[in-house]
Every structure is written in structure tokens, then in C-alpha cells.
């Protein structure tokens, strides 16, 4: 590093072992690590060719300090200004009811995770692209949530379902015998207070469109402190393994919290 090198240097670790210590992403070493300075790769190549678009360039060597979560009232979040665009916030509400009157899952790949679609009656993903014999079913519903301020609608997917329900979108219409309609015990999620956290996207902000995506979700009242809550953000045990968020978004099990 302290020779004459190409800037910005870029560092390949392969085998590492990522964790998070006291709140911060730290990576260490184990036997197998190996690190590459500039690697002669092709990736390295394609990055450093991206790296010439003034746009990238601008958001991959951007060092501002990412702005931590709010905790707002709804009221609040419908009036956000533009520089919250993309921002994650937290919000603490009741659920009024949950809207029954559409598709409660979807069909996903279970190789992709990219939603399917219905062909000739064969379920098909175009993404991969192959046919899904078997697709997963991804939950997601639509909830009307209100505070002592005003109310808003949101979006709950597949990973907060999960927490709240503590099993999977197939193993519920197992239960209802292979029956697909909206299930009784998704409307038991309403009269309960959470803490959610919700993405704020240029429409909410520059259109005022008030439906809003959930990226994460805990039973009860939370707020942000020094110890996460695993009691109130884990999903309930069940015989079905967990899987990952559809979303793919940074969420609330990723922050820190203590209880109210």
C-alpha cells in the first residue's frame, strides 16, 4: 500500500468472515483468507471502467456518513421533504385492519426468487429462465396503520409477514387445505401495535403517494438504543426453515433498539 499504485486501490478478500461488532460491519480473517491488491480480474477491469461514469464514480466513492433512522409520527412521514428520498425511517403504529380484498402471496422462483407467471398452466420464470413445477408463495398484504396523528397505508412482504405469523405463506394454505383465500388469522394482525420500518421512495415524497413499504417490522413499541431486541424482531419458531427478504432491503434487525 505504500508503494506508487494505481488509485483507488481495490481489494479482493476471498474467504473472509463478515460479522457485526457494536453496531459496525467488521471483517476478519480465517485460514483460508487471501487478499488481492488491484488483482489483475476481469472484474476488477469492469469496475474500474464503471468507475469513469462521473455518476458512479460519485455514489461508489461517496464517504458522507449514511443518515441514521427517524423515529416519526405519521403525520410527519407524509410531509417529508426530498432529501429523504430513499431514507429509511422508523414509525411506531396500530394496525386498523388489514385489507382482505386482494392476493395475499405470490409465486416466486425457487431458484431466482423472481416472481413467476402463469403460462398454459405452467408456472414460468422468465428471469432464470425455466418452468417452476413447485413455486414458492411469498406473502404480501396490504395494512391501513394509524397513530394519534393520521394514518397511512402499508405494504407488508414476505420477510415481515414472517416475523408477525411465524410461518410461511404455503404452510398457512396447508393448513386451509390447499385453499388459497385470504386467510382468517392474517386479519388477528390488526388492533396491535408495532414498530416498523419503512422506505421512502420519490413517490411518497414528490407525489404524495402515502402507500409505503415496510422493510422491517416488531411486535410492540421499540425504540432506537444500544442493545438490539432479538425477542421482538425474531420470527417465531416453526417447522418451516426461514428464508431470506424478498426485498433484499437494510432493516430493522440490523439496527439497534431497546425496549419502551
Known sequence: MNDQV?????????????????????????APTTIYLNY?????????????LPQFAEMALNMSEIKKPEL??????????KEYIDAQVFTQVFFKYVDDSGK????????????TEFIE?????????????????RYTINVVAYDA???????LGDREVRTLMGKRARDIINEQNKREDFPPCLKLLAKRKYTLQLRI???????????????NICNG??????????????IQPSSSQATSSTYHLQGMSDSNFKAT
Request: with cysteine; charged share 20%; glycine share 4%.
Open 201 to 215: 421512495k420519490e413517490v411518497n415524497v414528490v407525489h404524495h403517494y402515502q402507500l409505503y413499504l415496510a422493510t
Open 149 to 155: 396523528t393520521g394514518t397511512m397505508d402499508i405494504i
Open 72 to 81: 416519526l409520527t405519521v403525520d410527519a412521514i407524509t410531509k417529508l421533504s
Open 121 to 137: 398452466g405452467i408456472h414460468v420464470c422468465k428471469h432464470c429462465p425455466r418452468t417452476v413445477p413447485h413455486p414458492e408463495k
Open 6 to 30: 494505481e488509485k483507488p486501490v481495490i481489494i479482493i478478500i476471498s474467504a473472509g468472515k463478515i460479522a457485526q461488532w457494536n453496531g459496525e460491519v467488521e471483517i476478519s480473517n480465517v
Open 40 to 52: 489483475n480480474h476481469h472484474s476488477v477491469l469492469h469496475l474500474r471502467k464503471r468507475l469513469t
Open 221 to 234: 413499541f421499540v425504540q432506537p438504543g444500544d442493545q438490539i431486541i432479538q425477542t421482538s424482531c425474531e
Open 104 to 115: 395475499w402471496f405470490y409465486n416466486t422462483c425457487t431458484t431466482c426468487d423472481h416472481p
